[in-house]
């Protein structure tokens, strides 16, 4: 697989305007400033590929893009506090619209940030993906900004924080200065290719 292929297909703000599910689809998921953006932008080797904002809550849609025979999804960022209600709620039917209606999803990549306990947020989104028997992978983003000591006191912690749903996926510490890392979510994506 060939990921310096991806294009960028499509952004969407409301479900009547969703493409067709007709090949694999990989999400990216987690809340507001998480690093989404910088991960795609990673996996891709690319420097600015997904749009990268130091303002949380600046991805207000599902950005779709197409490497070789898979489809990237970026999720918009959730649990940003300033955003208002409204905004909250067309969030809420995007992502409702988007997860149930039938759609080609093989793999949910679950962001938390390391360096932080998992929000009520996040453990909810691990509830829904595992009550609607969603494949997930577990990335806690930003390792380099912690060191050793407080790395390994982290996932220590975030075991605990995140309970049942640390036993059913892989949990994979992640920082773009990461090559290793970085290649792990590629071979997982890889795995879905239809070529």
């Not at 988007?98 to 360096?115: A, C, S």
Request: hydrophobic share 40%; proline share 3%.
């Amino acid at each position: 697989m060939n990921f310096n292929n991806a294009q960028f297909e499509t952004s969407f703000a409301n479900a009547k305007q969703f493409i067709a599910s007709d090949v694999p689809e990989i999400c990216f998921s987690g809340r507001s400033n998480v690093g989404k953006s910088s991960l795609i932008n990673k996996i891709l080797n690319r420097k600015s590929f997904a749009r990268v904002s130091s303002k949380p809550g600046k991805t207000v849609t599902i950005n779709f893009f197409k490497v070789d025979s898979v489809r990237l999804v970026d999720l918009p960022g959730y649990g940003y506090a300033k955003v208002s209600y409204e905004e909250k709620e067309r969030w809420g039917e995007l992502m409702e619209s988007y997860f149930g209606t039938g759609r080609n999803i093989k793999m949910v990549f679950q962001l938390i940030d390391m360096r932080h306990p998992a929000t009520d947020f996040d453990i909810s989104m691990l509830e829904f993906l595992s009550a609607n028997n969603i494949p997930f992978t577990i990335v806690l983003t930003k390792s380099d900004k912690l060191n050793k000591t407080e790395t390994a006191k982290r996932l220590e912690l975030i075991n605990e924080e995140l309970g049942e749903y640390a036993n059913m996926a892989d949990i994979i510490p992640f920082s773009i200065q990461d090559h290793a890392s970085a290649e792990r979510i590629r071979e997982i994506i890889s795995s879905f290719s239809l070529n």
